[in-house]
Antibody, heavy 118, light 108 residues
Framework: QLQLQESGPGLVKPSETLSLTCTVS??????????WGWIRQPPGKGLEWIGT???????FYNPSLKSRVTISVDTSRNQVSLRLSSVTAADTAVYYC??????????WGRGTLVTVSS | EIVLTQSPGTLSLSPGERATLSCRAS???????LAWYQQKPGQAPRLLIY???SRATGIPDRFSGSGSGTVFTLTITRLEPEDFAVYFC??????????FGPGTKVDI
């Protein structure tokens, strides 16, 4: 059964880099059927797509975050990682990783809350 | 850039009633890439509908999606107590961009 588990620090200081990892079990991130993405949700607000990693190695990012975001994969650990630099309070959110297919997010992790505060 | 708007913002209904939720795109979009999600408090979103009208695995048939062009609809034929939640529409479009609507809350 597919499981996605986000992990990482729950508190990050302003101007620092947020780093999260999504560990995938029950599927290989090398799958040529699915791709992997990160989506976030500020408390009490809507959903915002951050970026997507495709099986052919190409990444696409939300234009509003592109200059600060990096998504990468570690195939040996079956993990997808997110790095978001120069964070501010506006980056406080629940961060979800998701398995994507046909332009929709079929499966989601439980999410992890990251708070940006000094 | 595609902008999705959802209406109404909040829909107050009772169990057993029919819910009709609307998602409008700022320009015509492919129905192949229009999806709907349900989110309950404290939980991750769950995919309900993809391709505008195809139910995801395990989704009850009281949920249905329709529409084309700029207007899309999610219908819940008979609300069950567990259906009271927030519903988001989402589009996948040019330059591989995912866009979400602001959501509609269905409450009692």
């Amino acid at each position: 059964q597919l499981q996605l588990q986000e992990s990482g620090p729950g508190l990050v200081k302003p101007s620092e880099t947020l780093s999260l990892t999504c560990t995938v079990s029950g599927d290989s991130i090398n799958s040529d059927t699915y791709y992997w993405g990160w989506i976030r949700q500020p408390p009490g607000k809507g959903l915002e797509w951050i970026g997507t990693m495709y099986f052919f190695g190409k990444t696409f990012y939300n234009p509003s975050l592109k200059s600060r975001v990096t998504i990468s994969v570690d195939t040996s650990r079956n993990q997808v990682s997110l790095r978001l630099s120069s964070v501010t309070a506006a980056d406080t959110a629940v961060y979800y990783c998701a398995r994507l297919n046909y332009g929709s997010a079929e499966n989601w992790g439980r999410g992890t809350l990251v708070t940006v505060s000094s | 850039e595609i902008v999705l708007t959802q209406s109404p913002g909040t829909l107050s209904l009772s169990p057993g009633e029919r819910a009709t939720l609307s998602c409008r795109a700022s320009q015509s979009i492919s129905s192949a890439y229009l999806a709907w999600y349900q989110q309950k408090p404290g939980q991750a979103p769950r995919l309900l509908i993809y391709g505008a009208s195809s139910r995801a695995t395990g989704i009850p048939d009281r949920f249905s999606g329709s529409g084309s062009g700029t207007v899309f609809t999610l219908t819940i034929t008979r609300l069950e107590p567990e259906d009271f939640a927030v519903y988001f529409c989402q589009h996948y479009g040019g330059l591989h961009v995912f866009t979400f609507g602001p959501g509609t809350k269905v409450d009692i």
